[in-house]
């Protein structure tokens, strides 16, 4: 792997680095994977492809009026976005980002420009709390870089999944990155009453979890037939090596 970027910011004694990886960049924060981005392939294998599939597990209406607008707290490279933008055919994605210099690494390395794209540099939960805007769909991908893989600058709890939960549309999907299945767990109990479903996907290779919630009943095989419908339909290749599996929690 060749290092095509670095920065060193002395104030927080941080390190950033781009690498290659074949036709991917990956970014490194401290030495820590953060995520990693291909202009040539749909999905790179990481939990990021989780994040961008989730909301395909239910049908979608994409006429001009229906487009869901999305929110994604953690930008980092901004790969899963980069997925979204592509599979969802969103009318807005607005990304908040605490750290300026991985909002600059997304837009120039990453290409994480397009017109229905904003990128804010703000702390998620400051944000959330100030604007009063609903969205279609959530995602909560906050980590920060530690020894080894990113961690979660803090563990959901009632108060963050409700203010979560309140800025969601009537019919909106929270889709959440955990870390462990006992964390995933806790947090789809917390929320019971205000969703109907709730799935976790996995994939090979990583202990992460990726909580999925829904408005409306949905079964995990349904769910699953579902998503590789519609991913097959824009991309047949990228749906073949999708490797991922779903558990029904409720």
């Known amino acids: 792997m060749a290092v095509v970027w670095t920065y060193y910011n002395s ?5 950033y680095e781009i690498r290659s990886a074949g036709s991917s960049l990956r970014l490194y924060t401290n030495g820590t994977f953060h ?3 291909s202009p ?3 999905f790179t294998g990481g939990v990021w492809d989780l994040l961008a599939i989730a909301p395909l597990m239910q049908p979608q209406n994409l006429a001009a009026d229906q487009k869901p607008a999305i929110l994604m707290l953690g930008v980092g490279g901004g790969s899963a976005i980069h997925q979204m933008n592509r599979l969802l055919n969103p009318r807005t994605i607005t990304g908040i980002e605490i750290d300026p210099v991985h909002l600059y690494v997304a837009k120039k390395y990453f290409g994480l420009v397009a017109d229905n794209i904003n990128l804010v540099q703000a702390d998620a939960n400051t ?3 100030k604007f009063r805007r609903n969205f279609d769909i959530i995602v909560d991908d906050l980590f920060i870089d530690a020894v080894g893989d990113p ?6 709890n009632i108060n963050w999944l409700s203010t979560i939960e309140k800025r969601l549309n009537k019919s909106g999907i929270f889709i959440q990155n955990h870390l462990s299945i006992k964390t995933a767990l806790e947090a789809a109990e917390a929320l019971h009453s205000q969703f109907h479903s709730a ?5 090979p290779h990583y202990a992460n979890v990726v909580l999925v919630m829904f408005r ?4 995990a095989r349904g769910g ?3 998503l590789m419908q519609q991913v097959s339909a824009i991309n047949k290749k990228a749906a073949k090596k999708l490797k991922f599996s779903i558990r029904q929690i409720y």
């Open 40 to 42: 040539r392939h749909l």
């Open 151 to 156: 961690i979660r600058p803090f563990e959901p």
């Open 224 to 226: 699953r037939s579902m």
């Open 35 to 37: 995520t990693q981005h």
């Open 11 to 15: 104030q927080n004694n941080t390190r």
């Open 216 to 219: 409306n009943p949905l079964q």
């Open 199 to 203: 799935l976790g996907l996995t994939m």
């Open 127 to 129: 944000w959330l709390c």
